[in-house]
Structure formats: structure tokens, C-alpha cells
């Protein structure tokens, strides 16, 4: 279904995450007809490019990030009449009455801060000041939300002068995935998991993103950030949310966001030995962690296992094992719900200790897996074990259906109609910040550095050992 007509501006769309992701995803929903009529995209940066040189910048970056989409010669050159260029300095006058006129008042107006946080306040204040802040407005802006608790509060308070809630997009590009969408289709779409799912059935939950790329060019954004806050804060602390919240009344956006915060106010302080993180060393070809980013005795964390708790009536008692790392040996993103032993067994100790598991595999290969106990054929008496009820979404909604769209192109389309469900409220980016901080800060003051872990391994030995002293272990990263 088409969108209403829309003019959108992308700050900093020159830049990196606009190359890869904006304009492609923009492109992409063209293609499949949600973008028509008379629309306006504008890339605005701090660098002089006239039109053409603009346009030939968004189409390369569409033939080499756009999908197979990108071989439609003919939409793509209808594409790029929709594009405009306008050359703007964010701290000075430059260029912001020439935006102001080529953004039609009468349509819905968007404003995509791809720029640096520092920027974000400067940008609200002169379109505020040329016009362009009004009730049809809304603006997007992207992570990092500050870098801790303080300077969050200081963005969020910054757009707030100019900006209603109702208007702020704060994206977390996890949320606009298809699979975490379906995490909550899966709990609340269907009668069987949701009276197992709380502490009583559950034994644990372990949540896993594992990458096998290492830092690469963003050595100098990462060195300063780090897993806690690239990865934890934010989308693991998004999935965690979706996993453990409360059912919301309705899908609708406050709803769905006052469930997510009332779990991240219920998370327990995390404790120095619950939390254990890494770096990556060396492996043949790849290199060192410390080789990546200008300091060479860097002690920022590639990685990080915690044992997270929720201390509310649903999930007291059973921990939340999450982890995150760059190097690792492979990439794999899930989302295990383990149950709980059954009370006993009918078969005897010789049929062996079993357990359901529920796999959500975000990517690759996104899909649902349940393992299920079932009697071992033969004559062998009754012995039990594990077979898995395999879903992997291409085999059964066709490789069609599970072409996924990419989170971005979800997320600017909500934008358009105003759907804020799958992005973070001012108030959840706090308190998810109010929870990390204190991690980070015992770190700061135990000056000890991160464990050592091989590139290509699943992590240091002491994220193992977080889940070993528990009695459990972590599913292997395959
Ligand atoms: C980004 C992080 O937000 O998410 C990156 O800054 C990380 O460091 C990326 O690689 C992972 O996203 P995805 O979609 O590839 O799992």
C-alpha cells in the first residue's frame, strides 16, 4: 500500500549509513510501488556536490547496495528524478532557506538526522527556526543516543525544545527487523508458548549475536564505544525487552513501549563477575584488535557475556545469559527460550536428562525451531531423544516470502505513516542507559583489561565458564 506523498530529508546523506542503507532501502520500496507520486528526497551534507554528481553518488550506491532490485534500469533512472541536493552547513546559515523552500509544506515532512549525535540540537533549532518544525514534521535519528545516562538525557531534552515525543524517531535498525518483529508474533500470535513462558517452565534464556567481521574501517567510532554500548544497550537490550516484556493490550506504540520499560526497570544491577568481557587477538590472516584503532593499548571491550536478571513476578529466578562479539566464528544471531527439565520421568534414569528448547534464529537463516523429546526407533526399549521441528521461514513461506525487506526500509516507511511501535521512546533510551552505566563504570575503575579471546573462536574461556558455574552452557555458535 502506498504511503501519503512525503518530502524527506536526509542530513549527512552522503555519508556512509546513507550509502548503504538509506537510499537503497529507499529505493527498494519503489520499486515495490510504496513510494509514488510526487515525492521529494533530499540529500543534504556539509560537501559541495551540485545535482548531478548527487545523483550519480545515490546511484552507485543503489547498483552496489540495492539487491537485485538495482538491475531495474528503468525505475532506477525514475528514482533519481525524485532526488535534490542541497549543499548545508548544520552550525551556520548556509543552505537552510534553500531547504525550507524545497520542502512543500502540505505533505508530510521528514528529517533524517544521519550525523553525528553532536549535531542533533543544531539541526532541531534551524528547522525550527526556518519553519520546518511544525505538527506534520518528524525527525529520525539514529544510535548512538548519547554515550551514557547524562549526555542521553541531554539529546533527548535538546530535541524536546523543538520537537514533541510523538515527532522523534529514535531508530534501532534491530527492532525494523523481520524476525524480532516475529518474536512478538510468535508469543502473542499463538496459545502455546505464553503460559509456559515465566520462570516456572522456564530455565534460562540465552541470547546470542555473534559477528564474524572485526571492527574493519570503524575502528575510530568503535574504540570509543565498544560492545556495551554498540551492540548491549541497544539491540540486545531491545530483544531482551521483547522476549521477557509483559502481553500489551494492543499493538500500538505506547502500549508495546511501556511493556519494554517496565522490563528494563525491572533488570537487576549486574554484578563484576556476572559480566565478562573480551578483545580479539590475532589469528593468521586476521588481525589484532589493537592493530584496527589508533590506540595501540586500547582497552575496549569486542565483546561481552552477562547474566542478566529480572526481578518481577514472571521471571524471578531465571536468568537471562545474553552475549555479543566481533571476530567470533561465525555469524549467528538467536534467541534460545530453555525449559525447564519435566517434574519426572516415567522412563527411568536410563532414558537420560531432555529438554525443550526453542530456538529463534534471527539470521542468517531466520526461522523457529522447537526440540522436542521423542522415543528412539527400534527395539531398543525406551530410550529417548531430541529431534528438532525444524521451521526455517524460506522452506515454508517459499523463498518469495522470505525474501525479507531490510529493517531500514520498515522502519522509514513507519516513519511516513507516524507508526513509532518499532522505535525506542526517550524514556526507554534512559533507562537502558541507567542500567549500563554502572557496568561500564566498574570497569573503568578496575582498570583491568579485557580477557584476550582468538579471532574466530566463540569468546573468551570466562564467558563459558559465566554458564558452566550455573550448571548450563551455551549453544554453540554454528
Ligand atoms: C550496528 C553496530 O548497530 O549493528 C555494528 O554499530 C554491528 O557494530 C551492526 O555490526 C550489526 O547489525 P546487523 O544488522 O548486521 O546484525
Redesign the pocket.
Given at each position: 500500500i502506498p504511503v501519503e506523498p512525503f518530502d524527506l530529508v536526509i542530513f549527512g546523506g552522503t555519508g556512509d549509513l546513507a550509502r548503504r542503507k538509506i537510499w537503497p532501502a529507499l529505493f527498494r520500496r519503489f520499486v515495490a510501488g510504496q513510494i509514488e507520486g510526487d515525492v521529494r528526497l533530499i540529500g543534504a551534507a556539509r560537501g559541495g556536490m551540485d545535482s548531478a554528481a548527487f545523483k550519480e553518488f545515490v546511484n552507485k550506491a543503489i547498483l552496489k547496495h540495492g539487491g537485485e532490485e538495482s538491475g531495474r534500469t528503468d525505475d532506477l533512472s525514475s528514482f533519481l528524478e525524485m532526488l535534490h541536493y542541497v549543499t548545508l552547513d548544520a552550525r551556520g546559515d548556509a543552505g537552510w532557506v534553500e531547504l525550507a523552500v524545497l520542502m512543500r509544506p502540505d505533505r508530510i515532512r521528514a528529517f533524517y538526522f544521519s550525523v553525528a549525535p553532536s549535531l542533533f540540537g543544531d539541526l532541531a533549532k534551524r528547522l525550527h527556526a526556518h519553519g520546518m518544525a511544525d505538527d506534520t514534521s518528524r525527525i529520525v535519528v539514529e544510535?548512538p543516543f548519547g554515550r551514557d545516562l547524562e549526555t542521553s538525557r541531554d539529546l533527548n531534552r535538546v530535541l524536546a525544545l523543538h520537537f514533541d515525543e510523538c515527532q522523534i524517531f529514535r531508530i534501532d535498525?534491530?527492532l525494523g527487523?523481520e524476525t524480532v518483529q516475529n518474536l512478538m508474533a510468535i508469543r502473542f500470535g499463538n496459545v502455546l508458548f505464553e503460559p509456559l513462558w515465566n520462570s516456572q517452565y522456564v530455565d534460562h534464556i540465552q541470547i546470542t549475536?555473534a559477528?564474524s567481521?572485526g571492527v574493519g574501517g570503524?575502528g575510530d567510532y568503535?574504540d570509543k564505544s565498544g560492545a556495551m554500548r554498540?551492540?548491549v544497550q541497544?539491540?540486545m537490550m531491545q530483544l531482551l525487552c521483547l522476549i521477557a516484556m509483559e502481553p500489551p493490550a494492543k499493538f500500538d506504540p505506547d502500549a508495546v513501549r511501556d511493556e519494554k520499560l517496565k522490563v528494563i526497570r525491572a533488570l537487576d544491577p549486574v554484578r563484576g563477575a556476572d559480566v565478562v568481557r573480551g578483545q580479539y587477538e590475532a589469528q593468521g590472516e586476521r588481525p589484532d584488535y589493537r592493530t584496527q584503532v589508533e590506540d595501540p593499548e586500547s582497552t575496549t571491550e569486542s565483546f561481552v557475556a552477562l547474566k542478566a536478571l529480572i526481578s518481577n513476578w514472571r521471571w524471578a529466578g531465571t536468568p537471562f545469559y545474553l552475549r555479543t562479539g566481533?571476530r567470533l566464528r561465525d555469524r549467528a544471531?538467536e534467541i534460545a527460550v530453555v525449559f525447564k527439565d519435566a517434574p519426572h520421568s516415567i522412563f527411568g534414569a536410563d532414558a537420560g536428562r531432555h529438554r525443550n528448547i526453542l530456538t529463534i534464529r534471527l539470521?542468517p537463516n531466520e526461522g523457529i525451531e522447537l526440540g522436542v523429546t521423542i522415543k528412539e526407533p527400534g527395539p531398543g526399549g525406551m530410550r529417548l531423544i531430541d529431534v528438532p521441528l525444524d521451521m526455517t521461514f524460506s522452506e515454508a513461506l517459499g523463498p518469495e516470502d522470505a525474501d525479507f525487506p531490510d529493517?531500514y526500509e520498515r522502519l522509514i516507511m513507519d516513519v511516513i505513516r507516524g507508526n513509532q511501535t518499532l522505535f525506542m521512546r526517550g524514556d526507554e533510551v534512559e533507562a537502558a542507559w541507567a542500567w549500563t552505566d554502572p557496568i561500564i563504570a566498574d570497569w573503568a575503575e578496575s582498570a583491568a583489561p579485557p580477557l584476550p579471546y582468538v579471532s574466530g573462536s566463540s569468546g573468551p574461556d570466562e564467558a563459558l565458564m559465566l554458564m558452566h558455574r550455573d550448571g548450563r552452557r551455551w549453544r554453540e555458535i554454528k
Open positions: 544510535k535498525h534491530y527487523k549475536v559477528e567481521v570503524r568503535y554498540d551492540m541497544n539491540h566481533k544471531s539470521q529493517a
